[in-house]
């Protein structure tokens, strides 16, 4: 009886690797096949719309670091009357400028949506060109904005 049971386990043990090789020589084949040039060029102008965005992100935490600061010197400055209004307004200014920043980040990852199940070439292509735009415009956005709020806060 236990010859029986060892005989078993080496039979299943058997037909279990052979399963597992075949579904894994299936996957090399399935990752093999070309993908057409469309696809590829879709994906390729898809990972620079994401590269912007990856360099844009983690800028975020900066900038409301900077507004944080703005806004403790807006609010000393105005509760214990050690600004000038020109100062205090500076400082508003700054902080709007931050917040229109942080928005147009968040509003543009609200929007953005990968184009996988679209078929038409052109029109994907199309989409991802603009927005690699919008996103270019935000970064340099949140750029201007931080460089402005340091120079607020360096004055």
Known sequence: MKKIQIIVFILLSVIACKKGKFTENR?????NKEVPPEKRAEKDLYDEVMDVHDEAMPKMDRLMKLKGQLQEKYDIGKDQ???????????HEAIKKLEKAD????EWMHKFEPQEDNTDHDKVMEYYQDQKESIIKVNEQMEEAMKNAEATLNQ
């Open 27 to 31: 996957d090399i084949e399935i990752e």
């Open 81 to 91: 009357e050690k600004a000038t209004e020109n100062d205090l307004e500076k400082y």
């Open 103 to 106: 928005e147009a980040m968040m």
